[in-house]
Nanobody, 114 residues
């Protein structure tokens, strides 16, 4: 299983960005797809997760970010609005499969300037 993420870049504070991640390979069932981020000098943290039609968000992004899954394409997107400098980091997508299997994407850099 491989995940390919795209959509990162540089943006000024207050602007939007959309990240996209598609999973390929031997996939029959996806339990969840999620976005994490790793800010400079900080541990990787969960940003948003989509599972079974429900979505959950980190408190810091609630109301600004929206995660969406496309089950037909085994893909997930993250629409990020009203970006803040604190949102800067490398964003990783993750897919959770049955039997405890999971895979990470390669990461895409988001830089928000003030």
């Amino acid at each position: 299983v491989q995940l390919q993420a795209s959509g990162g870049g540089s943006v000024q504070a207050g602007g939007p960005l959309r990240l996209y991640c598609a999973a390929s390979g031997r996939i029959t069932v996806i339990n969840a797809m999620a976005w994490y981020r790793e800010a400079p000098g900080k541990q990787r943290e969960l940003v948003a997760v989509s599972s079974g039609g429900s979505a959950n968000y980190a408190d810091s992004v609630k109301g600004r970010f929206t995660i969406s899954m496309d089950n037909a394409k085994n893909a997930v997107s993250l629409q990020m609005n009203s970006l803040k400098p604190d949102d800067t980091g490398v964003y990783y997508c993750k897919v959770n499969l049955p039997w405890g299997m999971y895979y990470w994407g390669q990461g895409t850099l988001v830089t928000v300037s003030s």
